[in-house]
């Protein structure tokens, strides 16, 4: 039984054509795989492989790039190569090669990603997320009754004697539960049609700010 010998690495000569064969060199340390009893004169050892036309065109890879992959090949060591160009110092007849992804360009690919673009690009997907969610906040708001306008809290005017004191919990929550199910409060805040000011429902205006409402219905 003939002893089978595996190779990794990249070809260390171009191809040479013989018809139906192809032979390249490639480098590799010494390996437990290789025969016993071969004398090697380096740590580094060049072999010449011998690879059939057919095997070679399974590989999809032109002659001119065939240097610059990485293979593996699994073969039978010869040492009398029946080909004078061939310069190894232990011919290899393939039985089988493969082409492997190389790891550290699949590495060094993500840092060539600029950043800006990526930024951007995240940017414009958020934008319509955002954009929708909006949307959806106001379907979701329900119409109080009596509602006669919207207006901005900015806009309403609040007297000093309504500042001087803080709503009970108790109506706090009921107007929380509001806006959190409603999108706003549960009642329209009444206020004086010309000035603006804040008549009644101090507690639905207290809680909307808190919450950072932009607007609230109100009732004149």
């Known amino acids: 039984m003939a002893h089978k010998i595996s190779l990794t690495g990249c070809p260390t000569s171009s191809i040479q054509d013989y018809g139906k064969?192809?032979?390249?060199?490639?480098?590799?340390k010494g390996s437990p795989n290789a025969p016993k009893g071969i004398p090697f004169k380096s740590n580094l050892i060049t072999y010449t492989v011998v690879?059939?036309?057919k095997q070679f065109n399974k590989l999809n890879i032109s002659q001119e790039e065939f240097s610059q992959r990485r293979f593996h090949v699994q073969g039978e060591p010869c040492l009398d190569i029946?080909?004078?160009q061939c310069t190894g110092e232990i011919g290899v007849i393939c039985m089988q090669i493969q082409e492997i992804e190389d790891k550290r360009k699949e590495k060094k690919q993500p840092k060539q990603t600029p950043k800006k673009g990526a930024r951007a690009k995240k940017q414009e997907e958020?934008?319509?997320q955002e954009e929708s969610k909006q949307e959806q906040e106001k379907k979701q708001i329900l119409v109080p009754k009596g509602t006669k306008d919207w207006m901005s809290l900015e806009d309403i005017k609040v007297p000093e004697a309504f500042l001087q004191f803080?709503?009970?919990?108790?109506?706090?929550?009921?107007?929380?539960?509001?806006?959190?199910?409603?999108?706003t409060v549960d009642k329209p805040i009444i206020i004086d049609p010309e000035t603006h000011d804040l008549l009644d429902s101090?507690?639905?205006?207290?809680?909307?700010?808190?919450?950072?409402?932009?607007c609230v219905p109100v009732h004149y």
């Open 202 to 214: 101090y507690s639905r205006y207290y809680v909307a700010k808190q919450k950072n409402l932009d």
């Open 21 to 28: 064969y192809l032979a390249f060199d490639m480098e590799e």
């Open 51 to 53: 690879v059939s036309l």
């Open 126 to 128: 958020t934008k319509p």
């Open 82 to 84: 029946p080909f004078e």
């Open 166 to 183: 803080t709503p009970g919990m108790a109506k706090q929550k009921i107007v929380e539960e509001s806006i959190e199910k409603n999108g």
